[in-house]
């Protein structure tokens, strides 16, 4: 059992890699429906996820929505992780003239650029919508310190890729089992760390009850 394991993260292991060196050499429109079609092939494997994407729309839009449309949606979910896939390694390596035609914005970060100054941090609530690993990367761009924090990947070689990837222009990253004196030590420097709004974590939060 663990021998065929072993071979199955092995193959993932390649084809993630390729799926990581491919926005270096393809452009970015075809880059993005590439990975769009991807996510829809993904879409057909039977997985927990994808129970939970047709439930939810089914428990959302069952009395409004034809049951063609409510299968068309939720492919059509994967076919968007699938392109904020590609945009998250892309925006984290392509060149600052490219990232700044993609990625809009109406701030030029003086307040947080003071705050920085004063040595005083900040933490960022961040929307786990869309291509959230722009934020701070625009962040990281603008020369802010910043502190991405990830779990650690059940495959070494695929967590190294997305260290890699997340720690470009200068982002410090820590798991999240790492020690809190180190964040609280970022942030009394003037650093900036970066959080999504529904995480999970070890410690007691607070769950808010959607769709039941």
Not at 26 to 32: A, L, S, T
Request: glycine share 6%.
């Amino acid at each position: 059992k663990s021998f065929f394991k072993k071979r199955r993260n092995d193959i993932l292991y390649i084809i993630i890699s390729i799926l990581f060196f491919l926005p270096r050499i393809i452009p970015r429109k075809v880059g993005i429906i590439l990975f769009g079609l991807l996510g829809r092939l993904f879409f057909l494997i039977p997985t927990i996820e994808k129970k939970r994407t047709y439930k939810h729309l089914f428990r959302i839009f069952s009395n409004t929505w034809p049951y063609k449309k409510i299968k068309k949606t939720a492919s059509d979910v994967y076919f968007n992780i699938g392109k904020n896939c590609y945009d998250a390694i892309y925006l984290s390596q392509c060149k600052q003239q490219k990232f700044n035609a993609i990625v809009k914005y109406n701030d030029n970060f003086t307040k947080v650029k003071e705050l920085a100054q004063s040595n005083k941090g900040a933490i960022f609530i961040n929307a786990h919508l869309g291509c959230f690993e722009m934020t701070i990367q625009l962040l990281a761009r603008n020369k802010i310190k910043c502190l991405s924090i990830g779990q650690k990947l059940y495959d070494e070689r695929v967590d190294r890729l997305v260290v890699s990837m997340r720690q470009r222009n200068n982002i410090t990253y820590l798991y999240r089992d790492g020690s809190a004196r180190k964040i609280i030590r970022f942030l009394l420097n003037g650093g900036m760390f970066g959080s999504l709004l529904d995480q999970d974590t070890d410690i007691e939060g607070v769950f808010a009850d959607f769709l039941g």
